[in-house]
């Protein structure tokens, strides 16, 4: 695991923090995008239709790794499995987490003794979350998936280009507020210029950080 | 721009695609037992046709898998997707390259 005081968010140098507080009411606006904090992500992959590979990983957190492409098993609030390929999975834990979940897939996966790998890419990037009333036509701007909820829901993850930036991006399930939320997952070198896009694209619903 | 659909993903934009070269050239088995041309022939010469092609693409912005595409160079029409190790559809099917074992 990464030593924790090396961690430091792509964004920083945009002083999000302070935003988020000047900009702490939030009713009427279209567009709310935040910066999570750094979640685990480890990459696994394997055979799934070894029975040992699967077991290993329910062993480890506690859920299956999904076939169906593109979706997404378990909990924002906890911890997620998300499909990338057919033989290759991201393990999305809280901040907290990922230490305890890549030394349990490492311990399981080297019991099971099989053709696998587990790597902890969890500095690789960086998660910006979009929501509110006008987030899905934010991000359809620079995205040629089809976002209507008929067709991506939460549950659902995608990796695709947004606005030229390759992203992991998912739908969480909907906000108190029963607004669509997006997560969008660029390498942190593209983030600022992302996080830029998405100011830009969404000033016209008018935007805040949260 | 067009459209291809992922074996895995479904229909993206190319754009998140790449183009890899022509399908189904297979590697001679003993290059030493074959002339020059023979050798040439198997490392250069492509069939570059103004029709139905058999190609590999991988879906870099994607699921980074590679796969099949029969495509019609002229329309961009995909008239085929199939898995890597999956043979071309048999209307689709071209003759194998000199010296290869299919």
Redesign the interface.
Same mark, same amino acid.
């Given at each position: 695991m990464i030593d924790t005081y090396r961690l430091r968010s792509p964004l920083a140098h945009l002083g999000l923090d302070a935003r988020a507080r000047a900009e702490a009411d939030i009713s009427g606006t279209g567009v709310i995008i935040s910066e999570r904090p750094q979640a685990g992500l480890i990459n696994i992959r394997g055979d799934v239709s070894d029975a040992r590979f699967v077991t290993a990983i329910e062993k480890s957190i506690k859920l299956s790794p999904p076939t169906v492409?593109?979706t997404v098993v378990g909990k924002p609030s906890t911890t997620r499995l998300m499909w990338? $390929?057919?033989d290759?999975w991201m393990v999305i834990t809280r901040p907290s987490g990922a230490e305890r979940a890549l030394k349990a897939l490492q311990k399981n996966l080297k019991i099971a003794d099989l053709h696998s790998s587990v790597t902890d890419t969890t500095e690789a990037r960086t998660c910006i979350r979009v929501s509110g009333p006008r987030a899905r036509e934010v991000i359809s701007k620079g995205c040629?998936?089809d976002l209507h909820p008929s067709a991506f829901g939460p549950g659902q993850c $995608?990796?695709?280009?947004v606005s030229r930036v390759?992203v992991m991006l998912a739908q969480t399930a909907n906000s108190k507020t029963h607004q669509p939320t997006y997560e969008l997952y660029p390498l942190r070198s593209f983030a600022t210029y992302l996080w830029n896009w998405l100011e830009d694209a969404s000033a016209e619903y008018g935007v805040k950080v949260e | 721009m067009f459209l291809i659909p992922c074996p895995w993903c479904g229909e993206r934009e190319e754009s998140e695609f790449s183009y890899g070269h022509e399908a189904h050239i297979v590697r001679p088995e003993d290059p030493e037992k074959l002339s020059d041309a023979e050798w040439a022939n198997y490392l250069f010469m492509r069939t570059n046709p103004k029709g139905p092609h058999l190609e590999r693409w991988v879906h870099t912005a994607g699921c980074r898998r590679w796969f099949n595409v029969a495509r019609n160079t002229h329309t961009n029409e995909i008239l085929a997707v199939y898995l890597m190790g999956e043979k071309p559809p048999k209307n689709l099917a071209k003759e194998p390259v000199k010296g290869a074992k299919s």
């Open positions: 492409p593109n990338l $390929a057919p290759e040629s998936i $995608a990796q695709t280009v390759g | -």
